[in-house]
């Protein structure tokens, strides 16, 4: 007769799994909580959470290594996901399809043709890129379970976010350094090391542009409840700012002539404009053509472009920080 104490104990039905049954929440867990267990029931993880939001003993070392271990965290699942070798072949492929049928011309002015040719195709691609790669970022891990094992632990909400996105970022920036590259060497192979500086002033823009939209999708991320909400403000954002926003600006600026005030902050308004006028500037104001050159000649320098990006990267993140405190589970 078998012993009745020696029945298998069986887990309570609805418990959490302290993995959350996702492939990387496991070191996820070990990393930011230090090794310990983490209770992770409802009101244990409630509680967790609401005093992770005030807790300041740490100080600034233990939140940028909170921040660097989530960082590190999505950087793994994007190149897991092959989300990194995607993106660097579309922008390969694309670069060199375009200078096969741009870079005929010979010359300094054949290269600036080129580069704002490649500026042009960056404006609609990168853009895309960054909004695809980033309206999961939230509303995503929440789905899969990740979120709320990393909101239960001892760690601020605001750290996740900027980890999140800082991991994305990485995998943006080295796919579109590494598959623009590969037009660069076409450059410098076809007219010379001169047009080398444009061509860089071009790949820190594009940078800077899809750092942009990324911060903007994270946001996006942050405040949909599904991801059907946030794939679709994703693409209203990307038509509006990368079709709408010119198209009402050049009615405008054909309809009225704008002082130098209204046409800058036309510019600054838009992320894809001031990454124009900033790939451009060193290209002449004609290189672009059309409405393009129009922006060109608007004033702004290359410290104010430089600047109204880096705030399209920060706000954004900032503002999608203090809305996931406020975010339920």
Same mark, same amino acid.
């Given at each position: 007769?078998?012993?009745?104490?020696?029945?298998?104990?069986?887990?309570?039905?609805?418990?959490?799994?302290?993995?959350?049954?996702? @492939?990387?929440?496991?070191?996820?867990?070990?990393?930011?909580?230090?090794g310990?267990? #983490?209770?992770t029931?409802?009101?244990?993880?409630?509680?967790?959470?609401?005093?992770a939001?005030?807790?300041?003993?740490?100080?600034?070392? +233990?939140?940028?290594?909170?921040?660097? &271990? #989530?960082? *590190?965290?999505?950087?793994?699942?994007?190149?897991?996901?092959?989300?990194?070798?995607?993106?660097?072949?579309?922008f390969? *492929?694309?670069?060199?399809?375009?200078?096969?049928?741009?870079?005929?011309?010979?010359?300094?002015? %054949?290269a600036?043709?080129?580069?704002?040719?490649l500026?042009?195709? =960056?404006?609609y691609?990168? @853009?895309? =890129? =960054?909004?695809?790669?980033?309206?999961?970022?939230?509303?995503?891990?929440?789905?899969?379970?990740?979120?709320?094992? &990393?909101?239960?632990?001892p760690? /601020?909400?605001?750290?996740v976010?900027?980890?999140?996105?800082?991991?994305r970022?990485?995998?943006?920036? %080295?796919?579109? #350094?590494?598959?623009?590259?590969f037009?660069g060497?076409?450059?410098? /192979?076809?007219?010379?090391?001169?047009?080398?500086?444009?061509?860089?002033?071009?790949?820190?823009?594009?940078v800077?542009?899809?750092?942009?939209?990324?911060? *903007? =999708?994270?946001?996006?991320?942050?405040?949909?409840?599904?991801?059907?909400?946030?794939?679709?403000?994703?693409?209203? *954002?990307w &038509?509006?700012?990368?079709?709408?926003?010119d198209?009402?600006?050049?009615?405008?600026?054909?309809?009225?002539?704008? @002082?130098?005030?209204?046409?800058?902050a036309?510019?600054?308004?838009?992320?894809?404009?001031?990454?124009?006028?900033?790939?451009?500037? +060193?290209?002449?104001?004609?290189?672009?053509? %059309?409405?393009?050159?129009?922006?060109?000649?608007? %004033?702004l320098?290359?410290?104010?472009?430089?600047a109204s990006?880096?705030?399209?990267?920060?706000?954004? &993140?900032?503002?999608?920080?203090?809305?996931?405190?406020? /975010?339920?589970?």
């Amino acid at each position: 007769m078998s012993d009745p104490t020696d029945r298998p104990v069986e887990e309570p039905e609805g418990e959490t799994r302290p993995d959350g049954g996702h @492939p990387d929440a496991t070191a996820t867990v070990g990393a930011l909580d230090g090794g310990t267990d #983490v209770d992770t029931g409802e009101s244990g993880a409630t509680a967790t959470a609401e005093a992770a939001e005030t807790e300041t003993s740490e100080g600034a070392r +233990g939140a940028l290594r909170h921040v660097f &271990v #989530v960082a *590190v965290t999505e950087y793994r699942l994007a190149v897991r996901s092959r989300w990194a070798l995607a993106l660097t072949g579309l922008f390969a *492929v694309f670069g060199a399809v375009l200078m096969t049928f741009s870079g005929s011309a010979v010359g300094p002015a %054949g290269a600036e043709r080129v580069v704002a040719s490649l500026t042009s195709l =960056a404006a609609y691609l990168v @853009p895309l =890129a =960054a909004l695809a790669l980033g309206y999961d970022a939230i509303v995503g891990r929440e789905d899969e379970g990740w979120l709320a094992v &990393v909101f239960s632990l001892p760690v /601020r909400r605001s750290e996740v976010v900027t980890g999140t996105y800082l991991g994305r970022l990485a995998v943006l920036a %080295g796919a579109t #350094v590494l598959g623009f590259a590969f037009s660069g060497a076409l450059i410098v /192979r076809e007219f010379g090391v001169g047009a080398l500086p444009g061509f860089l002033g071009f790949l820190g823009g594009t940078v800077a542009v899809g750092a942009a939209f990324l911060a *903007v =999708a994270t946001l996006l991320s942050t405040v949909a409840r599904e991801k059907t909400h946030a794939l679709g403000a994703a693409l209203l *954002v990307w &038509v509006w700012f990368v079709l709408g926003h010119d198209l009402l600006a050049l009615g405008i600026v054909a309809a009225a002539e704008l @002082p130098d005030a209204a046409l800058s902050a036309l510019v600054l308004s838009n992320p894809v404009s001031a990454f124009r006028v900033l790939a451009l500037s +060193g290209l002449g104001t004609t290189a672009g053509g %059309g409405f393009t050159a129009v922006l060109a000649g608007s %004033g702004l320098s290359t410290v104010a472009l430089a600047a109204s990006l880096v705030a399209w990267c920060v706000i954004p &993140v900032a503002l999608a920080a203090r809305l996931v405190r406020r /975010r339920r589970l």
